[in-house]
């Protein structure tokens, strides 16, 4: 349970600037005055940065004129949306019943300990993300792991690590 | 009907009742966090499980959010939805903290009373609770977050209720999070609310924090006489100290809820400047004296001049025994008074505005949050009645249309259409609407829709920015829209509608004017202060400076207090308690909360501070009502009223003044309106028309300009600072943007201001909102009119 802590709401992060902020501009064009299409937007920046820093939320709430405490209750609100810089690779690791009883704790303890992240954590690299799930409806190949798009089965914490290593 | 059986009983409710409140009308209490009457259900705590036992629907379900049908056989007390309370309980509480001693809603809190009646006493789950980072929400909300149990009460009151969007529900799941996108003082002049909404510690109130425990207070029923709504609240005391202020629930006002002037508006009363001891030239002396050398004062005058040179002032914020004791006195000893307007024409338009009110059925709050169709006249909702907004916003929220034919860029929390006209303009727009029904579509479009359509409107009309002509052509244009149409007054004080039935011919001004001839060489005012808000501050200086007598009573460190001959303290509504009638004519009762005395401050290390002076009773709490200051005084010139106490007072008046008095408090009064002079004003010539410069509009702001809460310094934090708002296409002709600092000169002096632009201003006019700056403390005379000469950039 690595998830119980301090529950930041405003994460600090780095200032972005104003040239790479300025890339919102055609979004924020296209959905002006639009309260509407808050989610569209969002994606959209967020395919551009990789990730929702506040100043970004704040552009676009500007833009498409609702209060920052509204875009950042969307954002806040789908876990597709990230506030945090994610890796290139997100591992998601599934933690339900089938994987769990079939040894999913020893394969996530394995990955954290190599990567030298916990849950929720990027690698300094940048390379990954760790996530944990529950249920990936692939119960029959438990334990069972995604890395991007792609599903891995029948995990064992010897090689688990090999798989790790064809993801640049 | 429906009629269904809760425990056993039969009750019968109107159809849509919910089960909960079919409950609670036989008495019988379900548990809830996330249920409020205001807001509706959210089943999102899951605490008002009831089992229903045979009917429509069966099994343990949720009692605020199904509708009472026929035939449910409802059972609260059945052991399976008791187990299933008590389990939530258990749940809510596992992240909750359990240190209920150092948080400050522990003695009144939902959540740990029904935490005790489900017996949760041990924790059974070891592992670690959900913790969040706190914000800092501003002075008057304080933040605890991981004591939050998702109700979503404050979501629900903020957004939906009062239409704000800075504050909400962030995240998902057990993550979500109640607060701002960031740390930052809360937009929303209703925030005060989330502190009485919020079941558990997770809003408590700032100011009061940490002050007393609830069994510890001092606590009365009483009366916000912040604006002239008579919004009821619940007073604490605490060591002789206000502390705080707590919206009241009566339907037929406020409802629920209050603003935050009149929820911090109540420091006066604690003022460190605050009169408590009387003085004579300044030097304080005791009770007996001053009152023996008021009356020798007012003798030595009467032989010299005869009563004719005593003049009497009072104000809208008295309250009703003191204007009662105050005219008998008057007609008594043949003093010129009471005055309780400034001038002649806030006189006339105030019983102008109350007739025309009263005449065509007077509306209240609940009458706009019915209505279907809204038209503002003249009036500023957020600043002059600020709790109106949310009254507005229901109606909005119901489909309702919603209009506002006024000069300054009203902002309202909802949609609505707004045409900034004003004087000649106004008049024009509403003489067409008298004239024919749609005749307003032309300013305001959508009107003519929305009157079709309408079956209930309120027109909203205030006296400070329309002159009288146009409140009598509103009058007109009312009769014109028949009877669905009521009007709601917006009058400036808590007791203005009484001052205006109670007023003779004398106003301010006119005894000013008597000061000025000789006529008048003493003058008794009692709780009024003719400084506050003056545009002519040189002229009534010297008036005042010019009297043989000037006798105070008052509870406020004015300034009009400071240049008192003989000062005699007053208590305020907390200690005295009294009476006012609303802007709808309702009478209502204020309780005394607390005996008063200087307060006992307390230094940080919570020790406390009592004054080093001895004497029997606590320090400072010689103050009477000014009612029983002004019959003693009458009793000592030997013009006694045969009054002893209040109930003395109610008793004379319910015979004297029967159509003020002869409802019982709660009620409508009948007085019918009436005594304006048609011929009393002639209208003043618009001096702009043929020169460069535009006229001057005073209006003042939510949390600045009312005349008690200027004195509450929890309202330092949000007072806004001096503002001047121009058109926006004058003031880009001259080359001023919005937030530019500009001085305006008057007279000897230079004011600071800061710019605002709006295209609803009319071109030819300049609004001044004087802000915590308070303009008349310093300008001899404000100009009716100021030229591109007078305006510099700072
Ligand atoms: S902060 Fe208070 S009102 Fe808001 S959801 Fe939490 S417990 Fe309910
Ligand atoms: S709306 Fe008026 S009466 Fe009501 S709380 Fe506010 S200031 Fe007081
Ligand atoms: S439990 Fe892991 S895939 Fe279903
Ligand atoms: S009161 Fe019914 S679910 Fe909360």
């Keep these: 349970m690595s998830a119980v802590g301090q529950e930041r709401m405003i994460e600090v992060v780095d200032r972005i600037p104003e040239e790479e902020l300025a890339k919102l501009d055609p979004i924020i064009a296209k959905y002006a005055h639009r309260p509407g299409y808050l989610i569209p937007a969002l994606k959209e920046a967020q395919e551009i940065f990789g990730y929702l820093p506040q100043e970004v939320q704040t552009r676009i709430a500007h833009g498409l004129n609702v209060s920052p405490s509204y875009v950042y209750g969307v954002v806040s609100f789908y876990a597709f949306f990230t506030m945090v810089p994610r890796g290139r690779h997100t591992i998601r690791i599934c933690l339900g019943t089938a994987c769990y009883v079939k040894g999913a704790p020893e394969i996530l303890a394995k990955i954290e300990q190599e990567l030298c992240i916990g849950v929720g954590g990027t690698t300094p690299d940048r390379r990954f993300t760790l996530v944990e799930v529950r249920c990936l409806g692939a119960c029959g190949l438990a334990p069972v792991m995604m890395v991007g798009e792609d599903t891995h089965g029948n995990l064992e914490p010897g090689t688990v690590m090999d798989i790790l290593d064809q993801y640049k | 009907m429906p009629r269904l059986t809760i425990d056993g009983q039969v009750i019968e409710v109107p159809p849509g009742t919910k089960v909960i409140d079919a409950a609670e009308a036989l008495g019988i209490v379900i548990p809830r966090l996330c249920y409020h009457p205001a807001l509706g259900p959210a089943g999102a705590c899951r605490l008002c499980a009831v089992s229903f036992l045979d009917g429509p629907v069966k099994g343990v379900l949720m009692s605020c959010s199904i509708e009472a049908r026929d035939g449910m056989v409802v059972s609260t007390e059945h052991p399976e939805a008791v187990s299933f309370r008590k389990q939530v309980i258990e749940w809510l509480m596992m992240n909750h903290p359990h240190d209920c001693p150092v948080c400050d809603e522990g003695g009144h809190c939902l959540l740990q009373e029904v935490t005790v009646a489900s017996g949760h006493c041990r924790r059974r789950y070891p592992g670690p609770k959900r913790t969040f980072v706190d914000q800092d929400l501003g002075p008057f909300v304080q933040q605890e977050m991981n004591r939050c149990i998702h109700c979503?009460?404050?979501?629900?009151?903020?957004?939906?209720?009062?239409?704000?969007?800075?504050?909400?529900?962030?995240?998902?799941?057990?993550?979500?999070?109640?607060?701002?996108?960031?740390?930052?003082?809360?937009?929303?002049?209703?925030?005060?609310?989330?502190?009485?909404?919020?079941?558990?510690?997770?809003?408590?109130?700032?100011?009061?924090?940490?002050?007393?425990?609830?069994?510890?207070?001092?606590?009365?029923?009483?009366?916000?006489?912040?604006?002239?709504?008579?919004?009821?609240?619940?007073?604490?005391?605490?060591?002789?100290?206000?502390?705080?202020?707590?919206?009241?629930?009566?339907?037929?006002?406020?409802?629920?809820?209050?603003?935050?002037?009149?929820?911090?508006?109540?420091?006066?009363?604690?003022?460190?400047?605050?009169?408590?001891?009387?003085?004579?030239?300044?030097?304080?002396?005791?009770?007996?004296?001053?009152?023996?050398?008021a009356v020798a004062g007012i003798e030595e005058v009467t032989r010299a001049h005869g009563p004719k040179a005593i003049g009497v002032v009072s104000s809208e914020r008295a309250s009703l025994e003191a204007m009662v004791t105050l005219s008998l006195l008057c007609e008594e000893t043949g003093w010129e008074g009471p005055a309780f307007f400034q001038d002649e024409e806030t006189l006339v338009k105030n019983r102008l505005l109350a007739q025309v009110a009263l005449s065509h059925g007077i509306a209240g709050l609940r009458e706009v949050e019915k209505a279907d169709l809204i038209l503002i006249v003249g009036t500023d909702p957020i600043c002059e009645a600020p709790l109106l907004a949310l009254a507005i916003r229901q109606a909005w929220r119901r489909g309702a249309w919603v209009g506002a034919l006024d000069p300054r860029p009203i902002e309202l929390p909802l949609t609505f259409e707004q045409s900034g006209l004003w004087d000649e303009e106004l008049k024009k727009a509403l003489l067409k609407g008298a004239q024919r029904e749609e005749g307003l579509e032309e300013v305001l479009p959508g009107w003519k829709e929305a009157l079709d359509r309408s079956r209930e409107i309120v027109v909203i009309l205030g006296p400070t920015v329309v002159d009288i002509s146009s409140l009598r052509r509103c009058g007109e244009f009312v009769s014109k829209l028949g009877k669905k149409a009521r009007i709601f007054p917006v009058f400036r004080g808590p007791n203005s509608l009484a001052a205006s039935a109670l007023s003779r011919e004398s106003t301010f001004r006119s005894l000013a004017r008597k000061i000025r001839e000789g006529k008048i060489k003493a003058l008794l005012l009692v709780e009024a202060d003719p400084f506050h808000g003056t545009k002519m501050r040189g002229e009534l200086e010297a008036s005042i400076r010019s009297l043989e007598l000037t006798i105070v009573i008052d509870y406020l460190p004015s300034e009009v207090v400071k240049r008192a001959h003989i000062l005699i303290p007053s208590a305020t509504i907390y200690e005295g308690g009294g009476s006012f009638i609303n802007q709808e004519g309702r009478l209502q009762r204020a309780s005394p909360v607390h005996r008063g005395g200087i307060p006992l401050r307390r230094n940080l290390q919570g020790n406390l501070r009592p004054p080093r002076t001895f004497a029997k009773g606590p320090p400072g709490e010689t103050a009477k009502s000014s009612w029983q200051v002004l019959l003693e005084l009458g009793e000592r010139i030997g013009k006694g009223l045969g009054i002893e106490d209040k109930e003395d007072i109610w008793k004379v008046a319910r015979e004297r003044f029967p159509f003020l008095w002869q409802v019982e408090p709660g009620g409508r009064i009948s007085w019918e309106g009436g005594g304006v002079q048609e011929e009393a004003m002639e209208e003043e010539e618009d001096p702009s028309q043929s020169s460069q410069e535009m006229r001057v509009l005073l209006v003042t702001s939510t949390f600045a300009g009312e005349e008690l809460s200027q004195y509450s310094s929890k309202l330092d934090p949000v007072r806004n600072e001096a503002r001047a708002f121009f058109n926006e296409e004058v003031a880009s002709q001259r080359g001023l943007r919005r937030g530019d600092r500009i001085w305006i000169r008057m007279g000897d002096v230079r004011v600071p201001f800061s710019v605002k632009t709006s295209p609803k201003v009319p071109s030819k006019l300049l609004i001044l909102d004087p802000g915590n700056e308070g303009l008349w403390r310093e300008v001899r005379e404000v100009s009716k009119t100021i030229g591109w000469t007078e305006i510099e950039r700072a």
């Design chain 2, 152 to 293: 979503w009460r404050c979501r629900r009151f903020y957004q939906d209720y009062a239409g704000y969007r800075d504050f909400g529900a962030l995240g998902i799941g057990w993550r979500t999070y109640f607060g701002r996108a960031t740390s930052g003082v809360l937009e929303s002049p209703f925030s005060g609310n989330l502190v009485d909404i919020c079941p558990t510690g997770a809003l408590t109130d700032k100011p009061s924090r940490f002050m007393a425990r609830r069994w510890d207070v001092e606590r009365a029923p009483s009366l916000c006489i912040h604006c002239s709504l008579g919004c009821n609240v619940t007073v604490s005391a605490h060591l002789r100290e206000i502390v705080q202020v707590e919206a009241r629930y009566n339907g037929d006002v406020n409802g629920h809820f209050i603003c935050d002037r009149g929820r911090y508006g109540f420091d006066y009363a604690n003022h460190p400047l605050r009169p408590r001891s009387p003085a004579v030239m300044g030097e304080e002396t005791s009770w007996s004296k001053a009152i023996a050398q």
